[in-house]
C-alpha cells in the first residue's frame, strides 16, 4: 500500500505570512493527490484536487503544486479562519486512499 | 444546499455493535459513491470503507474488514456502517463522505472526497 508522509507537524505562522505543508508519497502517485482542511467540530473541507486544482469557492491564497512523490500546499496571506489541520490524500490506487497524518497550522 | 448528516453514534461496550447512518440532503446519493472515514481524536483521518453507486462493489482498510459492513438505500438517500465487534481502537469520530462521481464499481471513481458531514462520535468503553 502506498504511505503518505507529512511535514511539518505543526506550523504557526502571522497573518498575512505564507505557509507550505510537504506531502510525500512512497510510490510515484503522479498527480493523483488532493488536500483538505479540518477544523473541530466542522465537516471537512476539500480543497483541491489533481494536485493543483483548485475546487469551486476555495479562496485562491490556497495554492498545490507537485507529482510523482512530492506535493506542496501553500496559503498565501494567511488569515485567521485558516487556522486548522490540513491532510493530503493519495488516490492514485485502487483502494485503500490513505491520508497523510496531517499538519496543524496555527495563526499568530 | 448540499449536507450530510451523520447520525447513530454512542457509548458501547467492547465486542458490541453499533449501525450508523448518513443522510444526505439537497443532492441524490445515487450518482456518487460513498465513504466512511474517521478521525480518532488527536489523531489523523483514516479511510475505512467505500461503496459503489448500486451497492455491488465495497471496500475495507484492513483494521475494519470482517466486522463492519457498508451498505447504502439509493430510494431513502441514505449510507449506513454496521460494526461488529467493535474494540477500544474502533473509538473515534465516523464521517461519511461523497465521491466526486459515482461508477457501477469502484474502479471507476474519483477517489477523493468533495463533500462531508459533521461527523458522528462512537466511543468504545466497558
Known amino acids: 500500500d502506498i504511505q503518505m508522509t507529512q511535514s511539518p507537524s505543526t506550523v504557526s505562522a502571522a497573518v498575512g505570512d505564507r505557509v507550505t505543508i510537504t506531502c510525500r508519497a512512497s510510490q510515484s502517485i503522479s498527480n493523483w493527490l488532493a488536500w483538505y482542511q479540518v477544523k473541530p467540530g466542522k465537516a471537512p473541507k476539500f480543497l483541491i484536487y489533481k494536485a493543483s486544482s483548485l475546487e469551486t469557492g476555495v479562496p485562491s491564497r490556497f495554492s498545490g503544486s507537485g507529482s510523482g512523490t512530492e506535493f506542496t500546499l501553500t496559503i498565501s496571506n494567511l488569515q485567521p479562519d485558516d487556522s486548522a489541520t490540513y491532510y493530503c490524500q493519495q488516490y492514485s490506487s485502487y483502494s485503500p486512499w490513505p491520508f497523510g497524518q496531517g499538519t496543524k497550522v496555527e495563526v499568530k | 444546499e448540499m449536507q450530510l448528516v451523520e447520525s447513530g453514534g454512542g457509548l458501547v461496550q467492547p465486542g458490541g455493535s453499533l449501525r450508523l447512518s448518513c443522510e444526505a440532503s439537497?443532492?441524490?446519493?445515487?450518482?456518487?459513491?460513498m465513504n466512511w472515514v474517521r478521525q480518532v481524536p488527536g489523531k489523523g483521518l483514516e479511510w475505512v470503507s467505500a461503496?459503489?453507486?448500486?451497492?455491488?462493489?465495497?471496500k475495507y482498510s484492513d483494521s475494519v474488514k470482517g466486522r463492519f459492513t457498508i451498505s447504502r438505500d439509493n430510494s431513502e438517500n441514505r449510507l449506513f456502517l454496521q460494526m461488529k465487534n467493535l474494540r477500544a481502537e474502533d473509538s473515534a469520530r465516523y464521517y461519511c463522505a461523497k465521491d466526486r462521481r459515482g461508477g457501477r464499481d469502484l474502479r471507476g471513481t474519483a477517489g477523493y472526497f468533495d463533500l462531508w458531514g459533521q461527523g458522528t462520535l462512537v466511543s468504545i468503553s466497558s
Open positions: 461503496i459503489s453507486t448500486s451497492g455491488g462493489d465495497t
Open positions: 439537497g443532492l441524490s446519493l445515487s450518482y456518487f459513491a
